[in-house]
């Protein structure tokens, strides 16, 4: 984990023996905060924890220490792959390759990796992410061939346009029903010690979702959290059995429809910039939506003289989509800044580019939130990040970065993700980083977004490593 994250704030003083190795008398966090840049997170763990046990430290600096250790952990289960590994899948999946390319694959950070502990550890995702940015190069180059999901994302967007009225309403209402099961390794949590569980719940609160009805829980008592909770969740609970995975389960179903505004049709109003709302909505939002020097330049770049919001909103998507493609992310919880990780990289997972776009689009004082939940295409079931953007006249408008321009010389089908949004989508969450209910009691293995549910118990967290789920 790179060190501009808020654990690393607090100095702490003490003297330190461990592992036979003496440890300077006067200890800071920015000693650990340099450890862990310099990939030496087996130090770094050394340091925290003997401050932990040796120095009095107070309840504050517990957490920030405690949170040390738990965000190394995250770090080496994103980095698993070793050098042999890594070069027996690269062998596999580009047969002919030279060391020449890898090289460049390794500067260029295709190839992603971080020296921990004084060895090269790959990315889990590395090698997929490699093929995804190779194979995007060739289709600059020998044009853009849809997949499936593109071509059935097009005819289904083209039916939505049809039957869509000026005033945006939802169209296309599609029946779901979904089986979600979250199961915790065997002994992941000890014997006769009770486990605690929070899975993803439809809202309620949008026009296009309706109808949401439970048909069972595992275990049956349960507690569906408000509408009002921006990431909504069922809570259950579970005492862990010795040798047994633990299982919780839900299913339900619910009703979701397709919306299309054409922007044209709609007289957009100046916003009103008093308004508590076009404040929350166009501020910053820490640590993830920051107008750093970066954002600003970049977006006053593509935004230019350009005054109308939907005029802005089109510029900066087009930006976004002939610059950043689709790849695999690093798990949020170990990028303290992700636009900045996506600038650099011109890549990024589905909340990545929204988060991008996000914090151009609010630095433009365009109101715009997050959105998310999953997609629940007849071809592809998945988790999937969006967003919803704002303007007077019209309201909320949902927008997916992800999905991108669809490949159409009709302009309402190929800008249909910049205004419209289909009708396969499970809708979670409608902020970042939002309380549970009832609340957790540590820090969240997923610290913004809200898709694959939450598990822990008394002695602590359970990380993404330590269960599974299934769609």
């Known amino acids: 984990m790179k060190c501009n994250t808020p654990f690393f704030l607090l100095i702490i003083f003490a003297t330190v023996i461990s592992c036979n190795q003496r440890i300077p008398a006067s200890h800071t966090l920015s000693d650990i905060e340099t450890a862990v840049q310099n990939g030496q997170l087996k130090l770094a763990n050394q340091w925290a924890d ?157 026009d296009r979702q309706r109808n949401v009805a439970l048909i069972k829980t595992v275990p049956e008592t349960h507690i569906i959290a408000p509408d009002s909770a921006e990431q909504r969740s ?28 054409d922007l044209n049709q709609f007289k957009i109003l100046p916003y009103d910039t008093t308004s508590l709302n076009f404040k929350k909505y166009t501020g910053e939002q820490h640590p993830q939506i920051v107008f750093t020097n970066e954002i600003k330049k970049l977006s006053d770049s593509i935004v230019g003289e350009e005054t109308n919001p939907a005029e802005k909103v089109r510029k900066l998507y087009y930006w976004i989509n002939n610059h950043v493609i689709w790849t695999g992310a690093l798990e949020y919880s170990i990028m303290p800044f992700i636009p900045g990780y996506v600038l650099k990289n011109r890549r990024g997972d589905c909340g990545m580019q929204t988060l991008l776009f996000m914090t151009m689009a609010r ?38 970065m992800s999905f991108n321009l669809q490949n159409s010389d009709d302009l309402h089908e190929k800008e249909f993700y910049i205004s419209g949004i289909d009708a396969y989508r499970m809708i979670v969450n409608d902020a970042i980083g939002s309380r549970f209910v009832p609340e957790k009691k540590f820090p969240r293995s997923e610290p913004y977004d809200f898709q694959r549910g939450e598990v822990e118990w008394d002695g602590g967290n359970l990380y993404f490593n330590q269960w599974d789920y299934q769609m």
């Not at 609970?237 to 397709?258: C, D, H, L, N, R």
């Open 50 to 206: 003997s401050l932990l046990n040796h120095g009095n430290p107070d309840s504050s600096a517990k957490t920030k220490l405690a949170a040390i250790i738990d965000m190394n952990g995250r770090i080496k289960a994103d980095f698993t792959l070793t050098v042999p590994e890594t070069e027996a899948r690269l062998q596999k999946e580009f047969f002919n390759y030279s060391q020449d390319e890898r090289v460049i694959w390794e500067k260029n950070n295709w190839l992603e990796y971080r020296t921990i502990d004084g060895e090269k550890r790959y990315f889990k995702r590395a090698i997929s992410n490699l093929k995804l940015i190779l194979q995007s190069q060739q289709m600059e180059s020998r044009g853009f061939v849809p997949d499936k999901s593109a071509l059935f994302n097009l005819e289904h967007s083209r039916k939505v346009i049809a039957e869509s009225k000026p005033d945006g309403k939802p169209v296309v209402p599609v029946n779901m029903k979904v089986t979600y099961q979250l199961t915790v390794d065997a002994d992941a949590v000890p014997n006769g010690k009770m486990v605690r569980c929070w899975l993803p719940w439809p809202r309620e609160v949008h």
């Open 234 to 261: 069922v809570y259950l609970e579970q005492i862990a059995s010795k040798g047994k995975p633990v299982v919780f389960e839900i299913q339900f179903t619910y009703q979701s429809s397709a919306q299309y505004f």
């Open 363 to 400: 630095y433009q004082k365009i109101p715009v939130k997050w959105q998310s939940g999953w997609m629940m295409h007849p071809n592809e079931v998945n988790l999937h990040d969006w967003c919803e953007v704002y303007y007077n006249g019209a309201g909320w408008v949902p927008l997916d």
